[in-house]
């Protein structure tokens, strides 16, 4: 049987200027730059997308001023590349544009950032939000495992040094940090210090996938989908985020390692296994995500990830580079979804290969992820030069 | 008086659900329950309106003893809303009877938060609807530190 995405290509990304703040725009507006960005970068016309994935696709349908095209607006990141890459597989479109965005979103700053915080009645009361609960699961980790605040601090101050690195980051030219940068940062939620977090930001981002045929006759060089994979263990921030949430039902797998059974499944479709992998663009909401998910995808056995990472393995140059553009640490976090589909955007530029100072030499398959513990929910996605 | 405490005033209150009533009801009362399935004997801490293991509808309420283990915490030192005084510490807790639940830790200092303390429940009212559980060093059971 042929691989499933063979006939399909990603042709074009984009993303537009991300900054702390951007006046002027919502999230629909840089979006919408995002996604004519996407288009010019594939030198496809916006009258040729017959498909529209991601939060904001009904409305670009009319803003494109498309006529009638397939929208999905429900799935975001790595699900909506999956989704797209399935309706060009399937036939049922040619050209699908997948775009995000989020601005003038975070506006009261005596709150958390409003996609953080739980309203589900039972955590509403009890001032819980996203730090919060990815704390609760890494400090499973650390009872369990003996996983180390210097070894989360490792991951920040990797990650933080990558945005530093690059040019496009909102926090471009903010470094370097040591490891002891990140633990002398105040405490946000007991093990996560405020370099630990994600920042906040504004920012869109945007991809068009169409098929393999047409994607090689493109001005740049089209980028294949080698496998993927997502898995949920139920709401995210509404239920008790407990380490052994399945597994204490007889599920095996338990939700501290959610996205494992995601990565197998990915790693199968595309035949390969985590020695193949060049560069990861692992999802970083928080430090310790690093370690689990380095776990998780096979990268190292269970509760060896602090070590892994202490050992430089995730820098530059070392065995498993992760995050190349500073991730949500550094790059950008503009809140619903743009971040995510910005991991698979970056697993496409270095599979491109014009990363300047934060390439990855040779890279030709990507891993890139979405999610995390404290969300219950993880998806992988592989990357590849070369056609499946 | 301790660090960490409960906290009801001016919080975000919850909203209860088609399955929770009987929940709050308890909270009002002062008893801790969580469901049971009358056929499989499946526990489920959240409200749900069938057995999430057999599918059977209306799983039975039960009240818990009140006393469990902590199981993961954290710290919060930059409040979710301005309600909250920090530090708190929203925690995860294993109920004696084996299911899971999320609340606060109250009653303690930061420090003296470990795994596998013993905790007891302890309920503060928001409003005439909503009491809200919280877990405090369980009294008469020698607290291990780390």
């Known amino acids: 049987m042929p691989h499933p995405f063979t006939g399909v290509a990603i042709a074009g990304v984009h993303n537009t200027v991300q900054a702390r703040r951007l006046p002027g725009h919502d999230s629909r507006s840089i979006a919408l730059e995002a996604a004519l960005g996407a288009l010019a970068d594939a030198g496809v016309p916006a009258s040729d997308v017959d498909g529209v994935v991601g939060e904001f696709a009904a409305d670009q349908v009319l ?40 601005a003038g979103l975070y506006t009261d700053r005596s709150q958390t950032a409003p996609w953080t915080r739980p309203t589900n009645e039972l955590v509403v009361g009890y001032g819980l939000f996203t730090a919060a609960e990815f704390a609760l699961m890494a400090r499973r980790h650390m009872v369990r495992h003996g996983t180390t605040p210097v070894q989360l601090a490792t991951v920040a101050a990797t990650i933080r040094n990558n945005g530093s690195a690059h040019p496009g980051a909102v926090y471009a030219g903010r470094g370097p940090f040591a490891p002891d940068d990140i633990l002398a940062s105040r405490m946000v939620a007991d093990p996560f210090h405020l370099l630990d977090c994600s920042m906040t930001s504004e920012g869109g981002c945007a991809m068009v996938l169409t098929t393999a045929e047409r994607a090689a006759d493109g001005p740049t060089r089209p980028v294949h989908l080698l496998g993927g994979g997502s898995e949920a263990f139920g709401p995210a921030y509404t239920i008790a985020p407990s380490w052994d949430l399945g597994a204490d039902r007889g599920e095996g797998t338990p939700a501290g390692y959610v996205g494992r059974g995601a990565a197998r499944r990915a790693f199968a479709m595309a035949g390969l296994g985590p020695t193949d992998v060049d560069v990861l663009e692992l999802y970083d909401p928080f430090s310790f995500e690093i370690i689990r998910q380095l776990e998780a995808f096979g990268f190292c056995d269970d509760g060896d990830g602090g070590p892994l990472v202490e050992s430089g393995a995730i820098a530059p140059g070392g065995r498993h580079p992760v995050t190349t553009d500073g991730g949500t640490m550094s790059y950008s976090h503009a809140g619903i979804s743009a971040q995510q589909l910005q991991r698979v955007i970056r697993g496409v ?19 890139c992820s979405n999610g995390g513990a404290g969300a219950l929910f993880t998806d992988v996605l592989l990357l590849g030069r070369e056609r499946p | 008086m301790t660090a960490l405490r409960p906290q009801v005033d001016g919080i975000p209150v919850p909203r209860p659900s088609l399955a929770s009533v009987a929940y709050w009801e308890g909270c009002r009362r002062g008893e801790l329950r969580y469901q049971r399935c009358a056929a499989c004997e499946a526990l489920q801490t959240n409200p749900v309106t069938r057995c999430w293991r057999c599918h059977r509808p209306d799983p039975e309420w039960v009240t818990a003893t009140g006393r469990g283990t902590l199981y993961s915490w954290t710290v919060v030192w930059r409040p979710q809303h301005p309600a909250f005084e920090v530090p708190y510490a929203p925690a995860v807790v294993e109920l ?18 470990a795994e596998k303390m013993a905790l007891e429940v302890t309920f503060h009212r928001v409003d005439d609807e909503i009491t809200l559980p919280f877990f405090r060093p369980a009294e008469g059971v020698p607290n291990s530190r780390p």
């Open chain 2, 96 to 113: 004696d009877e084996g299911p899971r639940v999320l609340a606060a830790v109250v009653g303690c200092e930061p420090d003296e938060l």
């Open chain 1, 349 to 367: 530029e270095q599979l491109r290969g014009g990363c300047a100072g934060t390439q990855v030499a040779g890279a030709e398959v990507a891993l």
């Open chain 1, 63 to 102: 803003a494109l001023g498309l006529g009638s095209a397939v929208r999905r607006p429900t799935a975001l990141g790595i699900p909506a590349v999956l989704d797209a890459a399935a309706l060009v597989a399937t036939g049922q479109c040619e050209v699908v544009l997948v775009a995000a965005g989020g």
